[in-house]
């Protein structure tokens, strides 16, 4: 009984997942090259690194790992059809867990900022904020100061009436 109930947990634990978006364009790009993958691989793509048993790990090694070279490739395809929304991929990503199908979004990405001649900064981390550059030397720089209205309060003679406050006849 007790090896009847641990593989059905282990069954309810690989239930088919919804794919990703970059799961489903690398299949889509497979099918219209023509290409046959397994099943297997594709829906490993978006199983979260946490999650991985010791044959995951080695399946992962041995045959998911090995093929991110031409799954970049065909994400950067897609990269180019969608109209290269470098922040737009780059926060889809920080939305998805760790998985292989992030690592090779982020693959195709770096792929191609490396083929646009962006430098290879290794400080700079795709999470980090963009810099702002300071303002121009003619502006003081904008302080607690700066930031407050002052608010005057209405009193005396009777406030000046507003356009949408008149009376029309």
């Known amino acids: 009984m007790d090896i009847v ?3 059905a947990r282990e069954d309810s634990s690989r239930k088919a997942r919804p794919r990703s978006f970059f799961t489903r364009k690398i299949e889509g790009k497979l099918r219209e090259k023509g290409l046959e993958m397994p099943q ?4 490993f793509m978006d199983r979260p690194f946490d999650t991985f048993s010791e044959e995951d790990k080695l399946f ?17 395809e897609v990269f180019d059809q969608i109209g290269r929304p470098e ?3 780059e926060e889809s ?8 199908a992030k690592v090779v979004a982020m693959l195709a990405l770096y ?12 400080l700079n981390v795709l999470d980090q904020p963009p810099d702002v550059p300071p303002p121009p030397r003619s502006q003081p720089a904008p302080g607690p100061q700066a930031a407050r209205k002052v608010i ?18």
């Open 5 to 7: 109930e641990d593989a």
């Open 40 to 43: 297997q691989i594709l829906s």
């Open 60 to 76: 992962y090694e041995e045959k998911v790992k090995t093929l991110f070279d031409q799954f970049s490739e065909l994400l950067l």
């Open 87 to 89: 922040e737009g991929w």
């Open 93 to 100: 990503t920080k939305l998805m867990p760790d998985c292989p």
């Open 111 to 122: 792929r191609f900022r490396r083929q646009a001649g962006v430098p290879d900064d290794p």
């Open 152 to 169: 005057k309060p209405t009193t005396g003679p009777q406030p000046k009436s507003k356009w949408w406050e008149k009376k029309i006849f």
